[in-house]
């Protein structure tokens, strides 16, 4: 609740300074490259999950936020919603409350205060300890740009990784522009300068398996794929943010903008509500999904806040040329079909679709910030220098096609009491409509509701869109979405959320209207730095074409997968965690043609206090019907890598990860990671197939500050 609460048990009274006195000790002896919390971890699997992917998560500065406040923790005398969002560990309740509480009763005091706060639990502010502060200190807007980039600290990455058995594109010999031109090494490097938490310069570069590296067509170059950035935050109160370079935009829910990812249905199920800064630095390998060029974010006056950004950018693309019998036109008429965003150019083929598309993105934002809210104007515009027109067929007949497109939309987000009111209202230049409608209530010190209602027309079109939905595409959907969390007693807590949704035209792999609902209940343990324990169950009935179906027109089916997970993380002694995770998943199509199959993985995770070596390692074992019915496991990798595959088939997986960080300022690591199938002849497909039964990669990165 945002209404003030007093009622504080003896119990939590006497948690807190234990918890900060076990804190501030462990702090000082342990490694300083914590994991990510545990909840982020799911959060990963979900997003693949909802994508039904198979590859690894490509965004991996994803949490890179965690990093710079755990050099410079976050002070919560002076944060505003957008830096607490930027956590990624708060729900919008608990941003609300938090800041509610400041208002009501001044400055914190202490971090003991937070305990007054209706709803943090153990759990809450035992994950944000690390990246929050109390200070009286206030903001210096005088520090000029040239003392921010002597000064600072400095962070570089060189990293590499191989699988050791030869995928198709390395040996093809039948057709010669399938073959790879490079090697099987993927090679990455980074650099990044950053002042505390209010600029940031740095370049990243990356070969994939296959690309050539100094030769070919990247003779000159060496690496594939560049990004480079400079990024500005709070520089003074008129020059709010400054990107220069690569960086991504987010606008209102997403309806017509949002960069990286959203947190849709997840097992957060409260952090539905997008928000924070407008523009972000971008250093991910992800050759998708930014923009390159400049914008910024200005304070007019008091309450306004206006960002405007521009991009000009290459594309790839499969390009088309249409014939024409008009003597006057010196050359054919070109377009494309779709944008690739594989971001692999690896052999003849790929190369050709390299760059082959111009964009243009420009646009901007207008806000207006009161007290206990804002409202805000978007405006977005795309460009190409050729027009897309896709191949024709029936689920895409209301995609958009052409070489301009035009968005705008209108966002709120206002707290009244205990609701946290928000929405978006799109339209794209056809005329068609996408609008979302959300409400987060505390209801109790112990109960938040969150409620949220979509409506994207079928004609709605928008290429940066990345809402809330059943997919992120913002399209063909009406949907209502509930979910809650219970905490009926300390260290204790349950959550759940149920999704219905219809959509009134095709879609892909759906030749007809459909429909379809999901949901997820969890219940969770967590006793201070020494257990956690979970239940989680989760299913979803959809529907889709019927597989094998012999008639003239495809029928839909109901299909159903359901999974449930128990999941067991135990501190043996200091420096020593086992964690277990058994899953068990059942699919079917009609109540019939059922398949399941259990994982089960056991990690140790070895991080003595006194010897600079420690590892992390996982054998895990799984007998599965096959891709329908896989399990994402989020597996610990190299520092800022993310590797979530997924466990399918009948076999077993293990890793072992070292790290070595006896020399100041530097970070020495190596992995081995291998995948057996018992059942299976060859991972992947095409020119990505590797025939037989294992597939084993290894990887070594070297991480030096200064």
Known sequence: MLSNHHELT?????????????????????????????????????????????????????????????????????????????????????????????????????????????????????????????????????????????????????????????????????????RFLGDANRFYLRYKHAYENRMTLGVTAEKDPGEPFFKSVNKNEGFDFYSLHFFLKDYNKVIRLLAIGDYSVSLGQGLIAHSGFGYGKSNLVMAIKKSGRPLRPYSSVNEEGFLRGAGATFGVGKHLELTTFASFRSRDGNLTTQDTTDNSLEDDISSFTSLLIAGLHRNAREIADQNTIQQLTFGGSLRYNFSNGHVAVNALRDQFDKPLLRTVSPYNLYYFNGQNLFNASFDYSFILRNFNFFGETARSDNGAMAVLNGLLIGLDTKVDLAILHRHYDIDYQALNANGFGESTEVRNENGLYLGMVLRPFNAWEWSGYFDAYRHSWLRFRTDAPSRGYDWRMRLRYYKKRDLELYLQIRQEIKQQNLPENLGKTDELAAVRAFQARLYLAKIIVPGLELRTRLDWGLNDVNNANSTNGFSIAQDIIYRPISIPFSFTTRFALFDTGGFATRFYNYENDLLYVFSIPAYYNRGTRFYFNLRYRGIPNLTLEARYAQTYWKNGNGFGSGVDEIAGKIRSSVSAQIKYQF
């Not at 807190?16 to 006195?21: D, G, Q």
């Not at 000064?151 to 522009?177: C, K, V």
């Open 10 to 178: 003896m119990k939590r009274f006497l948690f807190i300074p234990f918890l900060l006195y076990c804190y501030q000790w462990t702090a000082a002896q342990t490694d300083s490259l914590q994991d990510f919390p545990s909840e982020n971890q799911i959060l990963l699997e979900d997003i693949l999950q909802n994508t039904e992917s198979e590859s690894d998560f490509d965004f991996n500065t994803i949490f890179e936020s965690l990093t710079a406040y755990a050099a410079k923790p976050l002070n919560l005398n002076q944060a505003q919603e957008k830096e607490l969002k930027e956590l990624g560990l708060l729900t919008d309740i608990q941003i609300a409350e938090l800041l509610q509480h400041r208002a009501e009763n001044g400055e914190f005091l202490s971090l003991l205060e937070l305990q007054s706060i209706p709803s943090f639990n153990q759990i809450t502010i035992q994950s944000i300890l690390p990246y929050i502060a109390i200070t009286g200190d206030l903001d210096d807007y005088q520090v000029p740009i040239g003392k921010m980039l002597l000064n600072g600290r400095n962070e570089l990455y060189l990293r590499w990784n191989r699988n050791l058995q030869l995928a198709q594109g390395f040996t093809e010999e039948d057709i010669e522009e399938r």
